[in-house]
């Protein structure tokens, strides 16, 4: 059974998964952490650049905000809704997001 050849069935079945775990390697579409990081500009201003008395994000380390996210996520900080946004988002995404608001300008 190991030496029989392929059938076109095994290997097409074998290209998707090879693309599969392909497409999910590559990095997210700019435009698209851009609108995944617009939804906190209700909170965190527009780019990261809160109003006074909030928490601003441009320029914060990236580890820090994945950090403090993962820990939101996991009920580890107290929060009033930020446990519940952070559990809208992968670990992914949550990576990208704090990379775009590591980029912008304080």
């Not at 965190?44 to 993962?70: C, E, F, W, Y």
């Not at 990208?96 to 590591?102: D, K, R, T, V």
Request: charged share 15%.
């Amino acid at each position: 059974m190991l030496n029989k050849p392929l059938t076109m069935r095994t290997a097409a079945l074998a290209l998707v998964c090879v693309a599969s775990f392909s497409a999910q390697a590559q990095a997210p579409d700019p435009l698209q952490v851009r609108s995944w990081a617009a939804g906190c500009a209700n909170c965190h201003g527009t780019n990261g650049q809160a109003q006074p008395g909030m928490v601003s994000l441009a320029g914060v380390s990236q580890d820090d905000i994945v950090r403090k996210m993962q820990d939101y996520k996991a009920g580890r900080l107290p929060a009033t809704l930020m446990h519940q946004l952070s559990k809208g988002y992968s670990d992914e995404q949550i990576q990208a997001i704090a990379g775009y608001f590591a980029a912008q300008k304080k």
